[in-house]
């Protein structure tokens, strides 16, 4: 929550991310499991988000952290 109000997001914002983005990156390399990099945009359509989650035991989507994207890497 804290994240997404440094970067004026709302959870509306997110949503809206996970919604219409695509899986630009899968961590592997973290002990504590597999990390999931969702890429999408927010409610104004305009604005980049990236949301870094991972898969719990039960299948659901756990956020761990999301962020407005200001630069994209070729």
Partial sequence: MEEM???FLTILDV????????V???EKD????TK???VGTSLD???PVGVVGCFSSSGLYLIITVYEVT???V
Avoid: W
């Fill in 24 to 26: 630009t990156q899968v």
């Fill in 45 to 47: 359509r305009q604005t």
């Fill in 71 to 73: 630069e994209f890497k």
């Fill in 5 to 7: 109000a440094e970067d």
């Fill in 30 to 33: 973290d002990p504590r499991g």
């Fill in 15 to 22: 949503e809206e991310a996970i919604l219409t983005g695509q």
């Fill in 36 to 38: 999931y990099v969702v």
